[in-house]
């Protein structure tokens, strides 16, 4: 084996775990996500001999004999009873009524004699209606876009077109802008508190600018759960701030800080901030630091130099700054749904909802697919911005 060889397969070996990782822990759980968000094989799995005829089916004629046994045979075979609980459930979302449906057939299916024909009319007069087929026959497609319309409010009709979901049955778009609302609004502060808390630092020098960096880096040494449980202290009726604004009399009453917008957005911006600060500091140090006094030689007063010099050559850390706090602002979960109301409640706490609350990971995949489309453009941009000038030049 030559040395080229060795120093490659050396080089292979090193690297292989933090390639199992990324494979393990990113790259599978990501695909995963985007397929349960275009695939649909609950209903087909539990009844694939009724998925076959009523894939022959016109939807127009009449049920026929055919595939009522089909269903019955589906029906008599041993299933897993939360494999048939969630096609039920599938189904009874495509059209309502098929839970007293499927458990009154399945019964009456089972409790036969073997090779014994069943009248499925006879059981349940809805078998005789072509809707309850025709809603079967929509739910029995492997790939579909169904959890991808619904989570932007939207549906296929009974003739197929693509149309809006009625206001009540669904708030995913409403809560999807409302989630930008506050990623926006969140990035907006940051980036007001933190450009001068940034130009303050890098100004400094020697133990300032190092009590500066570690009021900044400190939070992040600190759980998100613990720095969220503390801002529910500190915005409460009774907490540190409302009673500081009394004791110096500025407000009589409480003010509500606390389960509205308003506190979501402080303790976001709370525990964001370092992700706005640190961008803008490291672009600020690589900043000459004769250019200032060389605009002001020139007759340019401080507010000019500011506007004409070093805001220019910030901009690239502030936009990077802001892209960094917006991509993470929105999949914020834990703050809002500690310190928010029942009206801030962002994207995220709609995913673990399905994820977890019903399972239908369907919606949970499309919703996430949402956010990590937006995310990636917003990388792609974030990693464009962050280049270094000779890259660009490049």
């Not at 003739?159 to 802008?177: E, F, H, K, P, Y």
């Not at 609302?181 to 907006?188: D, R």
Request: charge should be positive.
């Amino acid at each position: 084996m030559s040395s080229v060889t060795r120093a490659r397969l050396t080089a292979l070996g090193l690297i292989t775990p933090l390639m199992a990782f990324l494979l393990v822990f990113f790259v599978w759980p990501l695909a995963t996500m985007m397929m349960a968000s275009v695939t649909d094989g609950t209903v087909r799995g539990v009844l694939p001999q009724t998925a076959t005829v009523l894939a022959q089916w016109d939807g127009v004629s009449p049920p026929n004999a055919e595939m009522s046994a089909a269903l019955v045979t589906d029906l008599r075979m041993p299933v897993d009873s939360l494999a048939f609980g969630d096609a039920v459930r599938r189904l009874n979302s495509e059209l309502s009524g098929f839970r007293s449906l499927m458990s009154r057939t399945a019964s009456a299916a089972k409790g036969a004699t073997e090779g014994q024909a069943l009248d499925l009319v006879a059981i349940d007069p809805r078998w005789g209606d072509a809707k309850y087929w025709l809603a079967m026959k929509r739910a029995m497609p492997l790939y579909t876009d169904r959890y991808l319309l619904a989570a932007a409010d939207l549906e296929r009709d009974a003739s197929g077109d693509v149309a809006a979901l009625d206001a009540n049955t669904s708030a995913n778009r409403q809560i999807m802008l409302r989630t930008f609302l506050i990623a926006a609004s969140v990035t907006l502060l940051c980036a007001a508190i933190g450009l001068p808390y940034a130009l303050i630092a890098a100004a400094t020098k020697g133990w300032v600018r190092a009590i500066l960096l570690i009021a900044v880096l400190l939070p992040l040494w600190t759980s998100l759960l613990v720095r969220t449980a503390a801002w529910f202290i500190l915005l409460q009726n009774e907490g540190l701030i409302n009673d500081a604004l009394k004791t110096i009399g500025l407000i009589s009453e409480p003010l509500p800080l606390i389960f509205n917008r308003t506190g979501v957005i402080i303790a976001m911006t709370h525990v964001l901030l370092p992700f706005m600060v640190l961008p803008i500091y490291s672009g600020l140090l690589t900043i000459p630091e004769n250019l200032m006094p060389a605009a002001a030689s020139l007759g340019a007063s401080r507010l000019k130099a500011f506007r004409y010099v070093l805001l220019p050559l910030a901009l690239p850390g502030l936009m990077s700054g802001s892209l960094l706090v917006f991509m993470v602002a929105l999949g914020y979960y834990i703050t809002p749904a500690l310190v928010g109301g029942a009206n801030d409640q962002m994207i995220s706490s709609v995913i673990a909802f399905f994820a977890t609350g019903t399972a239908n990971w369907g919606m949970a995949g499309a919703l996430g697919l949402i956010l990590l489309v937006v995310t990636t453009v917003l990388y792609l941009v974030y990693g464009r911005l962050s280049r270094s000038p000779t890259m660009v030049a490049t």
